[in-house]
């Protein structure tokens, strides 16, 4: 019997046809997959194992981060994969139930060289089993690259901004702790530290799966000139996290995160997470958000917004 992947292209830019169609695909959110996430995240939130503002309790709103993110793997074989992500933009509109089965659907829809290396973009979002929309994703990736050789480069320097992260704090205005429209600019958001292991990176990235790349498996990172695995979109839902502290349940309903990896983190590495008010739009608090590492080194920096509600409740750390 031939095996799943005789079938699967091998991980090359070169192969990308545009536009390329994946899915749809099912994911069942049980309780195995709420608590594989809190476990890679340390993230262990009262409304992912209990009640929440929404009715019994909730997936994470990145607990499909990888679902999204690695619909390719449809078509390609995860095992050749050496590329770095570079840019995430998330948009949440619906919570998904723990226990609901959703439908992931997505694909290519660009590729360009830039550099000399070879970008792709994916598009892919997920929808509850109502048809409700819950998340949707846009990924940009450097599709075939030898990963020691960029690392620790500004990967997105010379790109054209709308805006830029300007990535510093008033110390003179207080700290904001929940969101509000009057939030003073620039007022410093929570922060929040943390280390993640090997452990916590293979079961995020699929290692038991039998997935093997730079950010699970330390010979493939060796292979591409690293010293260690490198953290991949765990720095995403770590920032998240603070924004759910900040704008409580209107995160999940209204929430986006654009977020670029500029600077790579590694297995052990210290981290922190940040930010500073923007400003307002609307009914909307503006957001900059960044993560350090202990050097001072930042690793990802970008923009988050959401509504803002009166609502109080937030979820209470469990572990």
């Not at 979109?233 to 924004?243: H, R, V, Y």
Request: glycine share 10%; aromatic share 8%.
């Amino acid at each position: 019997m031939e095996s799943r992947t005789s079938h699967l292209k091998e991980a090359r830019y070169e192969l990308v046809e545009i536009p390329e169609p994946m899915g749809p695909v099912t994911v069942t959110v049980d309780r195995r997959k709420v608590l594989d996430h809190a476990y890679s995240e340390d993230d262990f939130g009262s409304w992912y194992f209990q009640d929440s503002p929404f009715g019994g309790p909730v997936g994470h709103p990145l607990v499909l981060a990888n679902d999204l993110l690695f619909l390719f793997y449809e078509k390609y074989d995860g095992n050749t994969a050496q590329g770095l992500h570079t840019h995430e933009h998330l948009t949440f509109h619906s919570p998904v139930r723990v226990g609901e089965t959703v439908t992931i659907e997505g694909g290519y829809t660009q590729k360009y060289e830039r550099r000399g290396q070879g970008y792709v973009v994916l598009e892919a979002e997920a929808r509850g089993a109502d048809g409700r929309l819950l998340v949707r994703h846009t990924g940009r990736e450097i599709m075939r690259t030898v990963a020691g050789e960029i690392t620790g480069q500004n990967r997105t320097a010379g790109d054209v901004r709308s805006r830029t992260v300007l990535g510093t704090v008033d110390t003179t205005v207080p700290a904001l702790g929940r969101a509000r429209l009057d939030a003073p600019a620039r007022a410093a958001l929570p922060r929040r530290t943390t280390v993640f292991t090997q452990d916590q990176m293979s079961v995020f990235s699929w290692a038991g799966r039998g997935y093997a790349n730079v950010h699970t498996a330390p010979e493939k990172a060796a292979a591409s000139g690293l010293d260690r695995t490198i953290v991949q979109a765990q720095q995403t839902g770590f920032i998240i996290a603070n924004l759910i502290d900040v704008f409580g349940k209107a995160f999940l309903t209204s929430g986006e995160l654009d977020l670029r990896f500029v600077s790579p983190a590694f297995a052990g590495d210290e981290l922190t997470a940040g930010g500073a008010v923007a400003g307002v739009t609307g009914d909307r608090l503006e957001l900059e958000v960044w993560v350090d590492k202990a050097d001072g080194t930042r690793t990802a920096l970008g923009w988050a917004s959401a509504q803002v509600d009166n609502d109080p409740e937030r979820p209470t750390r469990l572990v």
